[in-house]
């Protein structure tokens, strides 16, 4: 005969806490240990970022910068499938900062605002990780350093024949 086990509402939700807290997919765990997203955006940064829209932003910058990592470790090519991750993915949602998903056209233009300063940041990340990465393994870290570098916003080709809507 099987055993019978009452269960309770507090020991449910401590078994979900404990798979949230201890289940987390090891890449996300890594570069939550690892990078420390504030340390790497220059204050001149993080003053045209907030300063440019004269009030509380709807998502935060951290939450642009991580969803920008995760799209160049994983080459994702298009902001409009980069968007579709952490739309899907609770964990990644949470670990970038978003409460919502912005649509891809706030990433696009969050790029092209901003690119400059976002070079600031993907240098300082290079720097921080590229010796990590020598001590690691320096064979290895040729081939990993390349997802780190340039970050340019993909615009689109204006021809003569193409139609700007305004």
Not at 18 to 42: G, Q, R, V
Not at 140 to 153: E, G, N
Not at 157 to 166: A, E, Q, S, Y
Request: glycine residues 2%.
């Amino acid at each position: 005969m099987i055993p019978y086990k009452q269960l309770s509402l507090a020991d449910i939700f401590q078994d979900c806490q404990n798979k949230f807290d201890h289940d987390k997919p090891a890449l996300l765990s890594l570069l939550e240990t690892h990078i420390d997203i504030d340390e790497m955006i220059p204050v001149s940064f993080r003053n045209h970022f907030y300063a440019r829209a004269g009030r509380t932003r709807k998502y935060p910058l951290q939450a642009f910068l991580w969803v920008l990592i995760i799209q160049r470790i994983f080459s994702i090519p298009t902001d409009q499938l980069l968007l579709t991750f952490p739309a899907y993915s609770i964990p990644l949602r949470e670990f970038c900062g978003f409460a919502k998903i912005p649509d891809a056209s706030k990433i696009t233009r969050f790029k092209q605002d901003f690119s400059e300063d976002l070079q600031l940041v993907f240098d300082n990340l290079v720097d921080v990780a590229e010796p990590i990465c020598q001590a690691t393994d320096p064979a290895k870290a040729d081939m990993t350093i390349f997802i780190l570098p340039v970050l340019k916003p993909s615009l689109p080709k204006i021809t003569p024949n193409t139609r700007i809507g305004l």
